[in-house]
């Protein structure tokens, strides 16, 4: 799909993180930060798909390196507090732009270019998670899989089938959230347990995928060959 939308949200603030500053901006390598990785994969795959950034207000950095550096980058920044999460970031998203088949990434989920590809051959027509089946992965997110159907029946902290934080979300199951206007603290795992059962689950297999929690998982995502 050439006009798929992408959501990439940059509000997530990270535990012991703040001495590196603003997670999009970091390094990914000597040549790009994560924010440009993360754009080059999207682009490469879905050349005339709008991106939109969403990130917080008090992040000036961010947000005037993008109205320099990304003409074709739509940058909503929100005021963030303690309670927002991705579930309001997305209701704010969706009320501005309408309900979209979106692929919705977390910046802080930094994984290889060739599983883009692999998202680009998927059923868009679903809303579906990504199952990294690697055996060096972490996540805190998984869920609960219907081996006879590859949907999901639960997504929590703690469960086996580990998720990478990228989500694509179907225009019905937009719709859904619109219409059920979530609480501005829900994160969008909850968001999609409540609006639907029925998602499928895709699996992959690759080690170059690093969740950035800690200063610690940023070390590792240098030491990891991402080109």
């Not at 994560?34 to 917080?56: Q, R």
């Not at 309408?98 to 027509?125: E, H």
């Not at 996540?139 to 006879?148: A, F, R, W």
């Not at 170059?208 to 030491?223: A, G, M, R, T």
């Amino acid at each position: 799909m050439k006009d798929l939308s992408t959501i990439i949200l940059c509000t997530n603030t990270v535990k012991g993180t703040k001495s590196l500053g603003s997670i999009p901006l970091l390094k990914i390598n000597e040549k790009k930060t994560i924010l440009t990785y993360m754009y080059n994969n999207i682009k490469s795959c879905w050349p005339n798909g709008d991106i939109i950034c969403i990130t917080k207000q008090q992040d000036q950095r961010l947000n005037k390196h993008i109205e320099n550096k990304y003409s074709d980058i739509k940058c909503d920044p929100y005021v963030v507090d303690e309670w927002f999460n991705e579930s309001q970031a997305l209701v704010q998203t969706f009320h501005k732009y309408g309900a979209l088949n979106c692929l919705v990434l977390d910046i802080n989920c930094v994984l290889d270019k060739n599983i883009f590809k692999k998202i680009k051959t998927y059923d868009t027509s679903k809303s579906f998670l990504i199952h990294n089946t690697h055996s060096d992965f972490k996540s805190k997110l998984g869920c609960i899989l219907d081996n006879t159907t590859n949907k999901t029946q639960n997504i929590f902290f703690g469960l086996p089938n580990l998720l990478v934080k990228y989500y694509y979300i179907s225009k019905l199951h937009a719709q859904a959230i619109l219409d059920t206007n979530p609480a501005k603290s829900k994160f969008l795992f909850e968001v999609l347990n409540d609006v639907s059962k029925d998602i499928d689950v895709h699996s992959v297999k690759t080690k170059k995928c690093v969740h950035i929690n800690s200063i610690k998982d940023y070390k590792k995502l240098k030491e990891i060959n991402f080109v």
